[in-house]
């Protein structure tokens, strides 16, 4: 039956609430018992006497007469003690002696004294400025558990506590779904998810909303890779439909024999080659990003001069960018540290940098490649004075087949789409981040910071 989370909170704060008021009452039963009604009245009555005595005797022990009528009159027991705690007077000396008042653990004068018969008997003591004590005294009065409890106790505890734990359950049950119902709330949003990813709102105890933040992160992370994975389906059925189709027409007027001339098979034969490659690129920039985004390509990790990997880029470009009009330079200073990763791989992304730096700049145009030193990183600069990109597109730059532009169609220097998230994954593999910033107009520059390799 209490199976819910919401149904034990509430049972939890009942039981909470009726322990609480169960103590309330046994410490009021405890207070009556030790100071009912009863013990109220006496201990007024003995102050009253005290007064009494204040007013009408200066010198108590010359006054014994008077003393006895105050001690009649208000149906107590007067003892004095001098200095020394000897008994000097006692109104009713036939009953059992009462010593000299004691005090408590808490350096108090107690409020009750045993006579040496066992009796106990309420007293109100006064000092006087000569050091004698003046005790006024009067049997305990009986009281009995019973009529205490009927006439002290149960009404207001009756009235009182039933009014306090109809608010505790009213409190209760309110606290209980303040917890509860955002809890429900995640439990029917995971229910209903993919088909409702709609974010829950943040709501009740800290604990439960940080709960809910991670779920909807988790939720927002979940989408992100599904429309990731069905875009990347799209793209990849997108990219090889292309080629296939190709492959399967030029294939098609080869077997129908409508390439009937040795140039036209020679060219049917070049675009299925061409598209067959295409393909087979294709195919291994998939395999090798799966592995990057794995955590299972193997990279052969040693020491690289990265001021020669640099040149080397710089070198296989050159006449590339000559012949396209476009001034490559190189800015890498004399002595920079060595960096400890794998060389082919990194330079794998500088020479996808450069190329894209080169494909997207008009002539006459620039392309810089540059280094620094900057703390404990490495950081490398491509910088081209090209047609930009715009701030929409930079965040998915280096998702995997995006185009800035989707209405340009591919051709043989375009790739596969790829390079920029497999360099992404390479520069994550080493340790190090890759960034770009660019505007339409103004050019590209992509930012590599690698780490310095410790060395002895």
Do not use: C
């Not at 039956?1 to 149904?7: A, K, N, P, W």
Request: no cysteine; proline share 5%; glycine share 6%.
């Amino acid at each position: 039956m209490f199976t819910s989370l919401r149904s034990r909170l509430w049972l939890s704060y009942v039981a909470v609430i009726t322990i609480a008021l169960g103590v309330v009452i046994v410490v009021l039963f405890i207070f009556l018992i030790r100071n009912p009604v009863l013990y109220r009245e006496t201990i007024q009555r003995l102050r009253y006497a005290q007064t009494q005595i204040a007013e009408k005797t200066r010198n108590p022990l010359s006054e014994s007469a008077t003393l006895q009528r105050i001690a009649e009159a208000n149906n107590a027991r007067i003892l004095i003690f001098d200095s020394a705690r000897e008994l000097t007077f006692d109104s009713n000396p036939e009953q059992p002696l009462i010593p000299f008042p004691r005090k408590t653990a808490l350096d108090r004068t107690s409020q009750f004294a045993t006579d040496a018969a066992g009796g106990v008997w309420l007293q109100a003591i006064t000092r006087q400025p000569n050091g004698n004590v003046v005790v006024v005294a009067a049997p305990r009065p009986s009281v009995r558990l019973l009529n205490v409890f009927a006439d002290e106790l149960l009404s207001p505890i009756l009235q009182g506590g039933l009014i306090a734990f109809l608010l505790s359950l009213i409190l209760a049950f309110l606290i209980s779904r303040w917890v509860a119902d955002p809890l429900q709330n995640v439990i029917v949003a995971a229910r209903n998810f993919p088909a409702d990813a709609e974010p829950v709102p943040p709501q009740g105890p800290r604990e439960v909303q940080e709960l809910t933040s991670a779920f909807n992160s988790m939720v927002q992370r979940v989408d992100n890779s599904q429309r990731s994975q069905r875009d990347f389906v799209a793209n990849v059925s997108h990219e090889l439909k292309t080629p296939l189709t190709s492959i399967q027409g030029f294939a098609q007027a080869l077997l129908d024999s409508t390439a009937d001339t040795p140039e036209a098979r020679k060219q049917a034969a070049q675009i299925i080659y061409d598209e067959a490659g295409r393909m087979h690129r294709l195919a291994l920039d998939l395999l090798d990003l799966a592995k990057l985004e794995g955590g299972s390509a193997d990279l052969h990790m040693a020491f690289v001069d990265v001021r020669a990997l640099l040149q080397t880029v710089v070198e296989k470009f050159s006449l590339r960018a000559q012949q396209a009009n476009i001034a490559l330079q190189a800015q890498i200073p004399e002595h920079l540290p060595v960096l400890r990763g794998d060389g082919d791989r990194l330079a794998q992304v500088f020479i996808n940098l450069v190329d894209n730096a080169l494909k997207f700049t008009p002539a006459p145009g620039q392309v810089a490649l540059s280094a620094r030193l900057a703390g404990g990183w490495v950081e490398v600069e491509v910088t081209d004075s090209g047609v930009g990109v715009g701030s929409e597109a930079l965040p998915r730059l280096f998702d995997r087949f995006y185009q800035v532009d989707p209405a340009r169609a591919r051709d043989e220097h375009q790739g596969s789409g790829l390079g920029l998230a497999i360099a992404q994954e390479i520069v994550h593999a080493h340790g190090g981040k890759i960034g770009v910033q660019s505007s339409v107009g103004h050019g590209t520059t992509f930012t590599v910071r690698l780490p310095v390799a410790r060395t002895a």
